[in-house]
């Protein structure tokens, strides 16, 4: 009895490990659903990798392109804000200088003894007026033509540079 008992239990151990060794599929393995083993020829897998070589090599190049004009537009903005500032900052030195020169000429004319007097500092006003209106156009003028040369320095620069492999074609 003992050896049927034996005998018995390893075809339940056997039983147990084929059904449990089977992989289980949600669908049965049909023929007609099988992908037939093909194998894609040497010349369209060179075909397919230069493609994608050539895909990587234009997406560095257009990403490259992409920084730079990045780049070129903080450049250019971060140059039209200081030279904005600047711009500003001298406008309101020669309006000050303007106003103080005024309010001079008025506190010399209420100082003022005789008429004469008072034509002559109006005089002498007008002359050191046009001098110094003139000294300060000619700056504002410098002022601006730097200005504009350095705010297009870094867009020539880029053109330059995009168009350099052509001069050497």
Do not use: C, W
């Not at 711009?87 to 209420?110: E, G, I, P, R």
């Amino acid at each position: 009895m003992t050896e049927n008992t034996q005998t018995t239990a390893s075809k339940t151990a056997r039983a147990k490990s084929t059904k449990s060794a089977a992989p289980k599929t949600a669908l049965p393995n049909f023929e007609a659903f099988a992908m037939p083993n093909v194998e894609i020829p040497g010349a369209a897998r060179e075909f397919a990798e230069k493609s994608i070589e050539q895909a990587r090599d234009a997406y560095a190049k257009v990403k490259t392109a992409a920084e730079e004009a990045t780049d070129l537009l903080e450049d250019t903005f971060q140059t039209t804000r200081q030279g904005t500032i600047d711009f500003n900052a001298k406008a309101l030195d020669v309006a000050k200088a303007n106003s103080d020169a005024t309010f001079q000429l008025l506190k010399d004319l209420m100082g003022a003894k005789s008429v004469a007097e008072a034509i002559e500092l109006q005089s002498s006003f007008a002359r050191t007026q046009f001098e110094t209106l003139t000294a300060q156009a000619k700056d504002i003028q410098e002022f601006s033509t730097k200005f504009a040369t350095e705010l297009s320095a870094p867009v020539k620069d880029a053109v330059e540079k995009s168009f350099k492999p052509f001069k050497a074609a």
